[in-house]
Every structure is written in C-alpha cells, then in structure tokens.
C-alpha cells in the first residue's frame, strides 16, 4: 500500500511537472500567489482553440500525451486534457474551422460536420472532465461541479453553404457563434484580406439577422472593417469578436479599429484578444513574413520529402525554424490590446481569444493552455481590480451569452428534441 501510494504521488508528480506553470524569471512571490488564487475561483472563457483540427486530422484525443506532437509549423499542441485542467479552464470555444479554399473545392459542411462529431466524442469518451455546453448557465454549473465546458463556434461561414436552413441545423446542434469568414470572403460577407462585395449583402444581413433570432453569436474576427460596421448597424445582440487584436496597438488587418471599439458599448459586445503574437506586435509579424518568405523552398522540399508523415513534417519545420529564430512578443503584450480596448471601449468588452493550436506559436514563456494565468499576473501586476479580472477572464462573455439567449426569439427546437419556448 505504502510503495502503491508513493509509486501513485510519483506518477501525480511527474504529470504535474509536465505541465507546470511557467513563472515568469522577475515575478513578485506574493502577487504571483494571489494570481493564481484568483485564477483558480474565477471562470474562465476561452473564445477560440483549433485543437479541433489535429482531433480530425491526426487522431488526437484530448486525454492522449500530447509529447512529441506538433502542429503544423509550430509548437508542441496547446491543448490537451491536463493542459486544460492546468489553466483552470471553464468554457473552452471549440472551433469548427473550415479553410476559405472550400469556396473552390466544397466540401465545407462535410468537413464542419466532422469536426462537430470530434467535439461531443470528446465529451462522451471524458464525462468525468468535460461536458458540452450550450449556455451561459451550463458554464456556471460546470464551475461548481469542476468539470469543463466544450462550447462549439464555427469559424468561416462558408459552413452553412448560403443557406439558412443549415444555420438552423448547426444551432440545433450546438454551434453558439459563427465567424462571418476566415481569411477568404464569402458569397455574402467580406473578409479583412478579401474585399469584394463593399460588406454584407442582402443575403448577408439576412445570415446577422437569422443568428439573432436563434442566438447564434455573430463572430467580427476575420472580416473587413466594413462588415464589422455592418453588423453592428444591424445586430440586437452583443457581437463578439471570437480571436483578435486591436488595431490601436498593431495596425494589422485582423485587429479591430477603435471607431468598432467605440460602438461596443452601445451593442454590448466582447473582443476576445488573440494571443497571436504576430497579431498582437508589429515586429513579429515583420520578422515572421520574412523567415517564411527565406525558409519557403526549404519547406516545401520537407513537405515533399515527409508526405506521408504529417507528424514528422511538422516536427522538422519545428527544427528549420528554432535554427531561424525571430524576436517574438511576450505575454503582455496580450494585456497592451487589453488596456487599449480598456481606454477606448470599457473593462467590460474585453475577453479571451486565445487561438491555441490555430498559431505556430505563442508570446514568451507560454507553452500551452497551462500558461493562462499569465495574463491574469499581467492584469493584476497593472492595477487591475479582483473583479475587473473576473470580467475579463469569463464574465464578460458570460453576460454577452446570456443577452444572445435572451434575445432569440422564434421556434427553436433544443438538442433533445423538444420545443423551447416561444418568446412573444
Ligand atoms: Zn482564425
């Protein structure tokens, strides 16, 4: 008994290891512990993670030892099951991300469909860590029962295939935000890198319209500034954007103007802030383009040479580029975009927008999920109030969820089958 007890607090020891929190070299004892106390009472929201991808692509399960495994291009995954514990994660965004090339090869539903299915098998192969969730309120339940939420968003509207019927559908099943676009436009929307249509059209408004009704978030990250304001002229409920920067700190195209920022408050929404450093700092970005244009012959010779290994690939892209090192921006960075949104706009349209494992790489020193409490060091170390944090971290998108439920109104029919209330 007594060697199965030390053999057991060895094994807890050495997963636990694996997974510590990085510490940052010049923290302060003692408001590194109130951090992390904090940290473990708060609910935290996570607006995006593309873990989804590998899930479908590469096999990969949450509860799998994620060592030795890459993603494309970049670090060790983000996520996994203990990473996720590690964090204190509440309400993970789930994101069911199907590429702008879908508008010529099809197959977006198909491969949304997928990712879907990938989602609740997680949650059925772990019932005693996760659960999917739908609501503002499944996440506060899931606080107390220690539990995670997975939360499903979708990321490029091409999924719904210009029809409203398949919106209706993918909120049945579960899908609680839609990203307008990823990087290409839609047949009705357009996107921060592929300005065609001048915004939304008529159809487009009708797709705004239908998410309100049903309580499907309208996600602003990707798109044109245009169809931000679009949106914002047209939508009754709080807006989110699921992963972005603001382009008051980097003026990147991914990131949010301020004059979107100053409607925020009126509309009530959340900008979720991407931890992307190449959006988050202009000289990443810099630096990054430029090793990507000097490395791409290279990468392409691996990509030939490992086509049948995806894993192998990503590992040795992982090695051209540690022999190409490029400055990258560290954590508070994230809370630079957080302060600016803070000025411009209030504390209380701030959130989280990760994107791990949709990025090659994060701001120094996170590693993965575990790392969250960072941020809230950083807020803290700037003055940040107990509460203030507590909004950032989940409650902010808390109360953006809930006026998206309240809002919806129509013939809604749940994932069990049966008829929800009809609002008046
Ligand atoms: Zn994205």
């Not at 990443?284 to 990507?292: G, L, V």
Request: with cysteine; glycine share 8%.
């Amino acid at each position: 008994m007594k060697l199965f007890t030390s053999l057991l607090l060895l094994v807890t020891f050495a997963a636990t290891a694996a997974i510590a929190q990085t510490k940052p070299a010049d923290a302060d004892q003692k408001l590194w512990d109130r951090a992390v106390k904090l940290h473990r009472q708060s609910i935290i929201i996570d607006g995006h993670n593309d873990i989804t991808s590998p899930m479908v692509d590469q096999d990969f399960n949450l509860a799998d030892d994620s060592t030795g495994r890459y993603q494309i291009g970049g670090d060790p995954y983000h996520t996994d099951l203990k990473k996720l514990k590690a964090g204190g994660m509440t309400g993970e965004f789930m994101s069911i991300y199907v590429s702008g090339s879908s508008m010529t090869t099809g197959g977006a539903m198909r491969r949304a469909m997928d990712m879907i299915d990938a989602t609740y098998r997680e949650a059925e192969l772990n019932p005693k860590d996760l659960s999917m969730c739908t609501t503002a309120a499944q996440i506060r339940q899931a606080k107390k029962q220690g539990k995670i939420c997975l939360l499903m968003g979708i990321e490029g509207g091409y999924v719904i295939e210009d029809s409203l019927y398949a919106l209706r559908n993918f909120y049945r099943l579960g899908i609680r935000y839609m990203t307008l676009t990823h990087n290409v436009a839609t047949n009705w929307a357009d996107a921060h890198r592929d300005e065609k249509h001048g915004g939304l059209t008529d159809f487009g408004k009708e797709v705004v319209k239908e998410m309100n009704r049903l309580g499907i978030m309208v996600d602003i990250s990707h798109v044109s500034a245009k169809v931000m304001h679009d949106v914002l002229d047209l939508s009754k409920s709080p807006i989110i954007a699921s992963h972005s920067g603001v382009r008051g700190v980097n003026d990147h195209t991914r990131n949010v103007p301020d004059d979107v920022l100053k409607r925020l408050k009126a509309n009530g929404g959340v900008i979720n802030v991407v931890f992307y450093p190449s959006f988050l700092d202009e000289r990443t970005n810099r630096e990054e383009n430029e090793r990507s244009a000097k490395l791409r012959d290279q990468i392409a010779k691996l990509r030939e040479q490992y086509k049948d290994d995806r894993d192998g690939f990503n590992a040795a892209v992982r090695k051209l580029e540690e022999e190409n090192p490029i400055y990258i921006a560290d954590y508070k960075r994230i809370v630079d975009h957080m302060d600016h949104i803070k000025k411009v706009a209030g504390v209380e349209h701030i959130g989280l927008g990760s994107d791990y494992d949709g990025v090659p790489f994060l701001p120094t020193p996170m590693q993965g999920v575990q790392d969250l409490v960072l941020v809230t060091y950083e807020m803290l170390r700037r003055g940040y109030s107990d509460k203030e944090v507590k909004m950032v971290l989940g409650e902010n998108m808390l109360r953006a969820m809930e006026q998206n439920e309240k809002n919806a109104r129509g013939t809604r029919i749940s994932a069990d089958g049966s008829l929800m209330k009809l609002k008046k």
